[in-house]
């Protein structure tokens, strides 16, 4: 199958009931349940047989262990109230005494208790009533009514359990009660979270309805012509078969509808007898000449499924479906719909900066936006499941996914982490994973773990067939790897056991060009490439010459810079990996290599390699904590898209006299020429496999001005000017109107400038938010890796003339006013609107 076209279809939640039935034999029945149901339809809708609720409001929290928390009769008015999705360690501060080891961010863990109390209508007796936690950072145990539903260790799992036996119906208070121990450390080599740190939903069916994750949907054959779609869908049938010692009989009707609501296929299963409690159905359809989903063109299609049992409504479900087929070839790499391309990825790791790893979806929007805008078309969840909502967000975005599993087997890489859990969990938890995520279009590959350390002996050949196989029998229409980290055959036994279609490999760029030998027959792509280490802002020089930490390097913090920071130029890196110039080159131009996912797109709490405390967060992004661009950035930005690039940098205050390297990313141009106060300073092209340009220039105050042209006709100009003395703020909002919902958020920039509005490279003035209206201030950052300062605060220090305020909606629609102040500098107030 290696070498065959992927085909698959993503994002349809529907049914699955595996009885032998004749369509054409059914036919007349399947049609008088469709006129029924059209006849009826206003109805039953009324009775609305599934519901999905909103479960994150209004639960008491208390930070430290509670023996009897999760009695009903437990007092827990002294708790404080909050919403959820929620990461109590982002609230904490920044102490040392945080540090198990040096990876994790130096924020507090601990044990928390959530608890909620609601109540159920009268109308859901009957019905079957489900919670589901899309995450739980981690250990957490549930109760209801005081009766335990179970333990969940791993941290990145979404799971459900069923409430329906132990809730009061009517007036009666149901108690919700949560344990999460996150107290055992280190579990994790980044920064985790800790609590309830994703969505929670309260979810009612009939006894008859789809299965938890009940839907399966593949595209065995697609052209520009046709495709062709099958469905399947789990029915759960909590009657056990039987009623009234009578056997179920239901029919299915799903429909196919494009994205302006119109149906384009239609697949009726009648008279489906339900001979247990899960069965299953197929069901086929055609979708003639199908808008195919591209990174470029994310086309999503809707399944609407409904499910009758005796001429009732009993339930429906919606699913987003994209139709696309795809190949991994050993010589050419990677195709989507037919047409050659490379994947241009990033790895990210789960956290969202000053928000920790609570999630929110608009922040998540934030991320993908800005690395569209810099032409990236994949991301590798780095080493764990993603939220649900980040895969919503990359199937109408256009992202590639890597849907990674885990970062340790049964070996485990710190002392308390899900190795422990290994034995007992992670068939379960790799199960729901791929039950989970199988029909989002966005993801093209499976990765079944991240430098494993397995692979170095046998052990790794039994457990590699054992996980493959688990992620084959749920779906087969994507491919199988992991990302390894040795790269010679002999010794890497996930490779030797011969199950993985997509040989992913970190780092070691240097034996790209070999693979086709090393590895013969095999499609490879670099799951893990770069680790290069850059401060935003800041510049040390000469730049024409590699830093490696490490080995072969400096090695001890102290051989680095006093401030804890490294050189924005692109000319730092860990020993283990490479500049992000030398590994582009290399992926760029062998045809073979599939493409590739930098590690990482944006900095992240945790691994502040190569510093100790007080760095806390990680080098490695091309953005940084607070979501503002590296120079780097622009790089990629000139490579990977065809809009015109010109980026030159550094800034231009420097003491006089000094050397400084001029560097810029060019694209759709032949040539850069520099200026110095309108002196020409010389024309420069790139040659050979070079990605920029540069010039070595004396300092003196004024103005830089680079201009880029074609065939002699200016395509862009950009200036540089000395700025003078600090004078104001400037305030930039990402979005002006925002949704009154109390999650929309707004991401301003903060700007120190001089009087010519110049930014002030080195400012790094006190600033401090007032907020008034209908926002709050939920977090601020400023992108330096050893700040120490909190997230949750109304201030923050400037960091290289930047930082940023994150502002949150209320649920009343209104204006927002932003206002900065800082001594010494004007103020600056901007206003938003919620609606």
């Known amino acids: 199958m290696r070498n065959k076209p992927f085909l698959g279809i993503s994002g349809v939640r529907c049914l699955h009931l595996t009885n032998e039935v004749s369509q054409d034999r059914h036919y007349v029945v399947g049609l008088i349940y469709l006129l029924l149901s059209l006849f009826t339809a206003p109805v039953f809708a009324q009775n609305e047989p599934r519901t999905i609720q909103d479960f994150n409001k209004n639960w008491r929290f208390h930070l430290g262990d509670e023996a009897k928390a999760k009695d009903v009769a437990f007092n827990d008015s002294d708790w404080r109230t909050l919403t959820l999705p929620h990461d109590w ?21 601990g044990i928390g208790w959530y608890r909620k109390a609601f109540t159920v209508p009268v109308s859901a007796k009957g019905k079957n009533v489900f919670i589901e936690f ?72 009939s006894p008859i309805a789809v299965d938890h994750w009940g839907t399966y949907v593949t595209t065995p054959a697609v052209t520009n012509q046709n495709a062709s779609v099958t469905l399947q869908t789990s029915i759960r049938n909590a009657f056990g078969g039987r009623s009234d010692g009578k056997p179920q009989t239901v029919s299915i009707n799903s429909v196919i509808l494009d994205a302006t609501g119109k149906e384009v296929a239609t697949s009726i299963s ?143 890489k710190t002392k308390q982490d899900y190795g422990l859990n290994w034995d007992a969990w992670h068939k379960t938890d790799l199960e729901d994973m791929v039950r989970r995520d199988r029909n989002h279009p966005s993801i093209f590959m499976w990765s079944i773990g991240n430098e494993i350390r397995e692979q170095f002996d046998s052990t790794g050949l039994t457990i590699t067939k054992e996980l493959a196989g688990i992620v084959k029998k749920l779906d087969s229409t994507r491919p199988v790897t992991s990302a390894l980290t040795e790269n010679v055959p002999e010794k890497n036994f996930i490779y030797r056991s011969g199950v993985l279609d997509l040989l992913g490999f970190n780092y070691k760029h240097e034996a790209y060009a070999d693979f086709p030998k090393t590895f013969p027959n095999q499609s490879v792509l670099a799951s893990e490439t770069g680790s290069s280490l850059q401060t935003r802002g800041h510049y040390d020089m000469p730049s024409d010459s590699i830093r490696m930490w490490g080995k072969g390097g400096p090695t001890k913090f102290t051989d680095g810079n006093p401030d804890w920071t490294a050189s924005a130029y692109d000319n730092e890196a860990a020993y283990w990996g490479s500049t992000h110039e030398q590994t582009w080159k290399v992926i760029k131009k062998y045809p073979h290599m599939a493409g590739l996912f930098i590690w990482t797109g944006f900095d ?29 950035y622009y790089l990629y930005q000139s490579e990977w898209t065809d809009k015109p690039v010109l980026h030159l940098f550094p800034h231009w205050n420097w003491p006089k006299g000094k050397t400084v390297d001029v560097w810029a990313y060019y694209s759709q141009a032949d040539e850069v020429e520099l200026f110095l106060n309108e002196k020409s300073l010389g024309v420069r092209k790139k040659t050979g496999d070079e990605l920029h340009v540069m010039w070595r220039v004396p300092y003196e105050p004024g103005t830089l001005k680079a201009i880029s042209r074609k065939a002699g006709q200016t395509i862009l100009t ?27 958020l707004s991401f301003i920039t903060v700007n120190v400038l ?18 008034q209206g209908e926002g709050e201030l939920v977090g601020v950052d400023n992108g330096y890796q050893a700040s120490l300062e909190p997230f949750k605060a109304n201030y923050r220090k400037a960091y290289n003339g930047k930082c940023l305020a994150i502002i949150q ?20 107030t901007i206003e938003l609107s919620s609606r």
């Not at 609570?358 to 032409?375: D, F, H, P, S, Y």
């Not at 691994?607 to 780097?632: C, M, N, Q, T």
């Not at 909606?809 to 600056?828: D, F, H, P, R, Y």
Request: charged content about 20%; hydrophobic content about 35%; aromatic content about 10%.
């Open 270 to 412: 009648a008279a489906v007898r339900l001979l247990d409690t899960l069965s299953t159905v197929t069901q086929p359809f055609e979708v003639k000449n199908p808008i195919l989903w591209s990174v470029d063109k994310p086309y999503l299609y809707k399944i609407v499924t409904r499910v009758y049992s005796q001429n009732q409504l009993v339930d429906t479900y919606e699913t987003p479906l994209g139709i696309r087929y795809f190949k991994f070839d050993p010589a050419t790499g990677f195709s989507l719909n037919g047409q050659s391309m490379k994947i241009l990825g990033v790895c990210l790791h789960h956290d969202l900066g000053a928000l920790g790893a609570a999630v929110n979806v608009r922040a998540i929007q934030r991320q993908l936006e800005l690395l569209k805008a810099m032409g990236c078309n994949a991301v590798r969840t780095s080493h764990n499941p993603p939220t649900p909502e980040f895969l919503d967000l990359c199937d109408q975005m256009g992202f590639i996914v890597m849907d990674e599993a885990f970062d340790m087997w049964k070996k485990k």
């Open 604 to 632: 992240y709490l945790g691994e502040p390699h190569p510093y100790p405390w007080p760095a806390r967060s990680s080098y490695f992004g091309i953005l940084d904590l607070a979501g503002f661009p590296k120079d780097v």
């Open 809 to 828: 909606t209320t649920e009343k629609a209104g204006k927002i006013t932003v206002n900065a102040t800082s001594e010494g500098l004007q103020s600056s």
């Open 754 to 771: 001089d009087e010519q509005d110049n930014l002030i490279p080195d400012a790094s003035h006190l600033i401090t938010f007032n907020i």
């Open 134 to 205: 899309n995450g739980i950072y981690r250990n957490s145990e549930v109760w209801i009514n005081g009766h335990s539903l179970g333990i969940r260790p791993y941290g990145y799992s979404s799971f459900r359990y069923e409430l329906t036996k132990y809730l009061n119906v009517g007036n009666v208070k149901n108690i919700l009660a949560v344990r999460v121990d996150n107290s055992a450390q280190p579990n994790s080599r980044w920064y985790t979270g800790s609590g309830i740190y994703r969505n929670v939903r309260l979810i009612t069916t």
């Open 89 to 109: 360690s982002i609230e904490g501060q920044f102490s040392e005494h945080h540090l198990s080891t040096t990876q994790e961010g130096a924020l507090p863990t």
């Open 718 to 744: 950009q200036t540089i000017s000395t700025a003078g003395k600090p004078a104001k703020i400037q305030l930039v909002a990402d979005r002006n109107i925002l949704k009154a919902d109390g999650k929309d």
